[in-house]
């Protein structure tokens, strides 16, 4: 089972809501379905500057796929975290400084990971 603080099961239920399929939501960021897939189905996680066009198209916040569970059938954030916050923060600098911060933390993370 999926869990709601999985970032491709919220890609996915966000999209779905939005009525989009994957074909469609690729085809707005100009990659193509099967990314979309991977990208839901963990199987790679999207770099900073396609979870930024994301978060767009589906409008919402990269602190809601990153943070917070969502409500399958609303999309909205049950809480305020910290990182939340932090990531609401992330919404106020411009989209360059926005996807370096963002490929800072996905390395940091994946040498947590390889550690």
């Not at 917070?68 to 600098?93: C, F, H, R, Y």
């Amino acid at each position: 089972m999926r869990h709601l603080d999985d970032l491709g099961y919220k890609i996915r239920i966000l999209r779905q809501q939005r009525g989009l399929s994957q074909a469609a939501l690729g085809q707005r960021l100009n990659i193509s379905q099967k990314e979309i897939s991977h990208y839901e189905n963990n199987y790679r996680r999207p770099p900073a500057e396609i979870l930024s066009g994301i978060a767009r198209v589906l409008e919402t916040s990269i602190a809601e796929l990153y943070g917070e569970p969502v409500k399958p059938n609303t999309g909205t954030a049950l809480k305020k975290s910290t990182i939340w916050l932090i990531a609401e923060k992330l919404e106020l600098i411009d989209e360059t400084e926005r996807c370096r911060v963002l490929s800072y933390l996905e390395r940091m993370i994946a040498e947590k990971k390889d550690a």
